[in-house]
């Protein structure tokens, strides 16, 4: 009997804007009270704030060797966060298109980039680890985090 071929492992495919670092990151512990979530991994942390308006507020700091690093900040209203975590299944209408050419499929305009389950915050990059936006992988777990942020999204 002839030996059997291992099974071809198929690879993961990332967008070329998408840090592949991203599957690093893991939640953190919850806090009711002040209705925050945070990502983290090594060189990277995300924090997802709900406002009491009703918005989102997204800060992200990367850092990496000899000192480097760069914060940002970017508020989402309820319905481009629900959009940007990949939480509904039809698209904001208005400030959402269609990105031809860059692998990318939503985006609102320096708030957010996203493909299936790849996020960018604020916008696309280049996919290495000198790019200033946060890469996020939305995961089972970490959408389902995020949804318990939000008084009552569709699953």
């Excluded at 002040?34 to 507020?57: H, Y």
């Excluded at 319905?79 to 400030?95: H, R, S, Y």
């Excluded at 860059?102 to 957010?112: K, L, P, Q, T």
Aim: proline content about 6%; some cysteine.
């Amino acid at each position: 009997m002839p030996p059997t071929k291992e099974p071809h492992k198929m690879r993961v495919s990332y967008p070329n804007w998408f840090n592949k670092n991203a599957a690093k990151l893991v939640l953190q512990f919850f806090d009711p009270k002040s209705k925050t979530r945070a990502l983290a991994c090594p060189g990277v942390w995300v924090r997802i704030l709900r406002c009491e308006n009703g918005a989102f507020q997204v800060d992200w700091q990367i850092m990496r060797g000899q000192g480097w690093r760069v914060n940002g900040s970017v508020l989402f209203t309820e319905k481009q966060f629900v959009d940007a975590f990949g939480l509904a299944e039809e698209p904001q209408e208005q400030k959402q298109r269609k990105i031809n050419g860059s692998g990318g499929r939503f985006s609102v305009e320096g708030v957010y980039y996203r493909y299936t389950d790849y996020l960018n915050i604020p916008h696309g990059g280049s996919g290495t680890d000198t790019d200033i936006n946060a890469s996020i992988h939305l995961t089972k777990d970490i959408k389902d985090a995020v949804r318990s942020l939000l008084p009552a999204v569709p699953k």
